[in-house]
């Protein structure tokens, strides 16, 4: 084939690749949406969770701070940017300080006697209605009154006042100028996305738009805003870890680039190897789209790590290459071990696939495909576009020599045992913890920002985003009841410092039936006419100064209690919308909770309302899920690792070379986790998917030592396509292991460990290399090296 | 009693402007013109105490309300107002706090921080007792009329949100000491406090006409 053709057919296929990946980008969704990772909700708590995650009334809220300017130049953009938030439909609310509470309250005046506690304890009868009007005259002998006077003729008790100060948070931050302050000077706001949590996607846009409004803002140059809460985290968290990855990615890609250029002395391999993996992603993504249509952001992440073994297809290839014979030859002989190691691996992820979790099917989709097409392309198509070898690989200087050293190291038969027994105990015994179920131990959040948030959050009063108060009935209405019977067991759990505050859905709307017996309390005209002259008496009201408020009473008497549906219209809605959903055929109703300081102090709660309420701990559901997810790819894994042996052994034709094979990946596997643990890190499904890719690569290396050719050269350039191999891992990986994110630095250094590792032990425990190679083909081999490659290695005899 | 804040506010701007007026108690410099010039020499020494007796004539009432009691600079930025007849209230600023305790009832308290615009008086009128004519001018338009023996000091508010609620505060002085304080509000309402000698000497009526309490402030020798 001429070099006009190779290079006619490696343009089609980078443009194939290209287009199929173009169209599958603009088909596949990736979700960020958590259930597609995790598998079935069982637990009535992980369920909640999982509907709920990220929609919770805490986990959608984002607290701003603006700073760096003075302070009535911060009023103003606290007051500018809850105005064009208020306007952004991708925020449900928010709050500055400077709602008017009691202009919210005048919005629901005619229900006010139905939502106020206050006809609970009193009736409006004379006696009540003196006292009122005595403190409202007493109230009236401050120059200040004339705020009050027009209200208090519609409303002489101040029922709306009441009302409105019932909803005040108990702690707020001081206001100046009308907005909040924090005590650091900074101008505070808190506003709700309409996007979950942990939709980071949607996250990101809410909080593009939300810096757009601000940069808008005239003054805003000079001011800085600063972001908090969960969705700001995980915007930055994914922003933190793809910029890391991608400066890693720049690093290694160079690193890479002259690796292969110092391996083969050929520019070739360079714009060559990427192709078969590229291609393996590309199908991967297609069948994910073709399958399911879409395919979760972990997934994807975690698939791509495991399809990093097929890099290594064409290394082979270009290692095997030799002078004079097509490269297709060189493939054809190389592909039953190259298949061997690609079905083996291939049958093995069918098990991620029986899982019966979506996003673990989805891994084994994109990774089997993936692979699969990888291993295609290097059989069929790489062979199209290589040129014939101009070097034998197997004369690269030093190589033998480096096989003689590695020949000659000690390999006493007890050792592997010893290791493996040593290896379990370690495991075992190693003190720390063995899993690591807190993902927020994996998010590069710094630890400044953390406790910036944590300030924040009691600058404002802004509920935990850890607890949650689960109150669980037939219907809202058993809800709203449930709330107003357990609001005075909370208040005592303030008290006793269990909790500095809460918040329950009955504080803005309480039961219909509370609203109908306090309806039931208020006296009709002639009652309340007669009750307000008996009133008045020897106050100096002037007469019929109150007939609004009367009139008022008389329509409250015949209005429909107010429903949780009426309430969400209002501006105070959203609050409650998200304090009160519908669960299955139930309802349950979220408390928010602030400070919670003793969660222990709920267990009584919890017993006294026969279960019906209880603290829920998102942290510990979230682990809890973590926990059944890995528990579903620990028993993946280990069905994939005995089909793994099956097929190994199946395609080796004997126990005892699969043996061979499996021997050093098991000891391997092992030796990573021995010193993961040794080091007290404890294992995340990170570890568990690098361990896996780890273990890919090392098939490879024990497959291809295992391999008996009787033909040193043929050996030589095994040991030549192991060492790129090896070297392109350990830099790949051993550059990510050094990363500050802890999720790249989990994957780096496992795999990094795992390849040196499956290496030295696919060596040693290789039945062929411990014998010396023949002085006579070392010294062939050396001889077949081109004329123009200097000679450096001096041949023993 | 939920209702407290808001009673407090008031008590609290009762309070304030009750301090304006002590701060006017005492030797006044007789250089008639300018209120910069009335009001800069003043340096008080506390604890310092008057009587008082406010007179709040209101539209929604067909009579005027009267209040009567001794206020107190304690010195720094502690205060407080007593209302003794026709009921008792206690009225203490201090600490960045306002407390409020009507007869024997419950004490209640508010952070001065949740009342800026409270805060913001409070700090005018120390100013205006230190003699800090700069500070109080940052809330109030001053203007003076009359000379050294009798004279008048007029407060408009500068800020939209004291001028919500506020029209005016109109202070009466002879020589070295306040009569009066009227203030305005800003929907006409208004009261008269009298302090002082004038406090002491007490109404002549249980309900004195605004048009006639006003004239004896104005010409009461």
């Known amino acids: ?797 | 009693m939920r209702s407290s804040r808001i009673c407090s506010r008031r008590t609290l701007r009762d309070a304030l402007i009750a301090f304006a007026l002590l701060a006017s108690c005492g030797a006044w410099a007789a250089d008639p013109g300018l209120a910069e010039s009335l009001l800069s020499g003043i340096a008080k020494t506390p604890p310092v105490s008057t009587p008082f007796v406010q007179v709040s004539y209101r539209g929604m009432l067909d009579r005027p309300l009267v209040v009567s009691g001794t206020l107190r600079w304690l010195g720094g930025d502690r205060m407080q107002r007593d209302i003794e007849k026709p009921f008792n209230e206690t009225a203490k600023i201090g600490d960045g706090e306002l407390s409020v305790q009507r007869g024997s009832g419950e004490v209640h308290r508010v952070p001065l921080a949740r009342a800026p615009q409270a805060g913001a008086m409070l700090a005018g009128f120390r100013a205006l007792l230190g003699g800090d004519v700069s500070a109080l001018q940052q809330d109030f338009t001053l203007s003076a009329q009359g000379g050294a023996a009798r004279w008048v000091i007029t407060l408009a508010p500068r800020t939209n949100q004291l001028k919500r609620q506020l029209a005016s505060i109109v202070i009466d002085g002879r020589a070295h000491e306040p009569r009066c304080l009227t203030v305005t509000d800003a929907n006409g309402d208004s009261s008269i406090t009298l302090v002082g000698a004038m406090a002491e000497a007490g109404l002549r009526s249980a309900a004195p006409l605004q048009s006639a309490l006003a004239a004896r402030c104005r010409n009461s020798p």
């Open chain 1, 1 to 797: 084939m001429t070099r006009g053709a190779r290079v006619a057919i490696w343009l089609a296929w980078l443009v194939l690749i290209a287009a199929v990946g173009w169209g599958v980008a603009r088909h596949l969704q990736i979700s960020s949406d958590l259930r597609d990772f995790v598998p079935p909700a069982r637990t009535a708590d992980q369920k909640l969770l999982l509907d709920e995650i990220g929609k919770g009334p805490g986990s959608r809220l984002l607290l701003l701070a603006i700073s760096g300017a003075p302070q009535d130049r911060l009023a103003a953009l606290s007051r500018g940017l809850q105005d064009a938030l208020s306007h952004d439909p991708a925020f449900a609310q928010v709050a500055n300080g400077g709602n008017d509470l009691a202009e919210i309250a005048s919005d629901l005046l005619p229900y006010r006697y139905l939502l106020s506690s206050t006809l609970d304890a009193h009736r409006l009868d004379a006696t009540y209605l003196h006292a009122q009007l005595q403190q409202r005259v007493e109230d009236l002998s401050s120059p200040a009154a004339s705020m009050l006077e027009p209200w208090l003729k519609r409303d002489p008790t101040l029922e709306t006042l009441k009302l409105a100060q019932s909803w005040v948070p108990a702690r707020q931050p001081k206001l100046i100028d009308g907005v909040w302050f924090s005590d650091r000077g900074e101008a505070l706001l808190v506003t709700e996305t309409k996007a979950a949590g942990f939709d980071p996607g949607a996250q990101a846009t809410a909080i593009a738009s939300l810096q757009k409004h601000f940069a808008a803002l005239p003054g805003a140059a000079q001011a800085k805003l600063v972001i908090s809460g969960p969705g700001w985290f995980g915007v930055e968290a994914s922003r933190n870890t793809r910029a890391e990855a991608d400066r890693f990615g720049a690093i290694t890609t160079i690193g890479f680039i002259v690796m292969l250029l110092l391996a083969y002395r050929s520019a070739v391999p360079v714009v060559v190897t990427a192709l078969p993996l590229l291609s393996g992603a590309v199908v991967g993504f297609a069948l994910l789209a073709l399958i399911f249509g879409h395919a979760h952001g972990i997934t994807v992440a975690f698939g791509f790590t495991l399809l990093g073994v097929a890099q290594e297809y064409p290394l082979r290839v270009f290692s095997h290459r030799r002078i004079g014979i097509a490269t297709s030859q060189s493939v054809r002989e190389l592909w039953p071990l190259l298949a061997t190691a690609i079905v083996s691996v291939c049958i093995a992820y069918l098990a991620f696939f029986a899982s019966g979790v979506a996003g673990l099917q989805q891994l084994a989709v994109f990774t089997i495909g993936g692979l699969v097409a990888a291993g295609l392309c290097t059989r069929w198509l790489l062979p199209l576009i290589v040129p014939p070898a101009r070097r034998d690989m197997a004369a690269t200087p030093g190589l033998a020599q480096a096989w003689r050293f590695l020949a000659r190291l000690p390999r006493p038969r007890w050792v592997p045992w010893l290791v493996a027994v040593a290896g379990v105990l370690v495991v075992a015994f190693a003190p720390g913890r063995f899993w690591q179920n807190d993902l927020s131990a994996l998010t590069p959040i710094p630890r400044a920002e953390l406790q910036r948030d944590a300030r924040l959050r009691a600058e404002l009063g802004a509920p935990d985003v850890r607890y949650l108060l689960v109150l669980r009935a037939p219907s809202a209405e058993g809800v709203l009841a449930l709330s107003e019977r357990i609001a005075p067991r909370v208040q005592r759990l303030v008290a006793s410092h269990a909790v500095d505050g809460f918040e329950l859905p009955s504080r803005f709307l309480p039961s219909a039936a509370t609203q109908k017996a306090r309806q039931a309390k208020l006296p009709d005209v002639a009652q309340l006419q007669a009750a307000l002259q008996q009133a008045m008496e020897g106050l100096p009201f002037r007469g019929g100064v109150f007939a609004t408020f009367v009139a008022d009473v008389e329509t409250a008497r015949k209005l429909p209690p107010l429903t949780p549906e009426a309430f969400e219209q209002s501006p105070l809605g959203a609050r409650l919308e998200s304090m009160l959903v519908q669960q299955g055929d139930g309802w349950v109703g979220l408390g928010t909770l602030s400070g919670v300081n003793d969660p222990v102090a709920f267990d009584a709660l919890t017993k006294a309302t026969g279960g019906t309420v209880h603290l829920l701990d998102l942290k510990a559901s979230t682990e809890s899920l973590v926990m059944a997810y890995r528990h579903r790819i620990l028993i993946a894994l280990g069905i994939a690792a005995l089909l793994l042996c099956a097929a190994v052994t199946l395609a080796l034709r004997s126990p005892r070379r699969a043996l061979h094979v499996l021997g050093p990946m098991t000891l391997a596997t092992l030796l990573v986790l021995v010193v993961l643990r040794a080091c007290g890190i404890p294992l995340s499904l990170f570890h568990l998917v690098s361990l896996t890719l780890a273990a890919g690569l090392g098939l490879h290396y024990a497959l291809f030592f295992e391999r008996r050719t009787g033909d040193a050269r043929e050996d030589l350039r095994t040991l030549h396509a192991t060492l790129v191999c090896v070297a392109s891992a350990l830099l790949v990986f051993g550059v990510l292991a050094l990363s500050r994110v802890p999720v790249l630095r989990a994957i780096g250094l496992t795999v990094a460990l795992g390849v040196a590792f499956h290496f030295t032990l696919s060596v040693l425990m290789a039945p062929h290399v411990g014998n010396p190679l023949p002085p006579e083909e070392a010294e062939q081999g050396e001889r077949a090296r081109s004329a123009s490659a200097p000679r450096r290695v001096r041949v023993r005899s």
